[in-house]
């Protein structure tokens, strides 16, 4: 990694000519670190929301340090949908001379699976939550799946319940 040096004593000089060549020593000392590093996320090489600062602890850090941090787990678009980071768990930045924006490229979420009816008689709970059956284990939040409930539920007492409807539509979360 290159660094950088600035002039120990910032300002201009004052050189006196003479008959002679000369040479004029000037002392230069490592440029301290920037301590101002975030990570943008995005999803397509296209910005998700704001940029995120990563944190550094102390002082007088030196150019070429690593700092470890990790994105967040979970970020929501404007429409709801989440995503989550493409290589997941702790990533590193290299401190430098001037503030620095990393890139973490996010992914969307699958969608969950796992769907449930819960049978209701006067908006009370009639036993337990029935389960949706999706095929297949690739989808996208927002997709929807159809199913059809139990045309009849026996409650305690063995009475009979119809459903009103036979086919519902079912966002997935």
Known sequence: MEKVYVPKDAGSKTVTLKDVPQT???EYVEKPAST???YQPKVGGAPLGEAKVIPVDGDNHRQGESVNYTPESEIRDQDGKVYVPKDAGSKTVTLKDVPQTVEVEYVE?????????QPKVGGAPLGE???IPVDGDNHRQGESVNYTPESEIRDQDGKSLCTKKTQVARQLP
Not at 109 to 117: F, R
Request: charged share 30%; glycine share 0%; no cysteine.
């Open 24 to 26: 004029v020593e000037v």
């Open 129 to 131: 939550a029935k389960v």
């Open 36 to 38: 101002k590093v975030s």
């Open 109 to 117: 979420k699958p969608a969950s699976t796992k769907v449930s009816y």
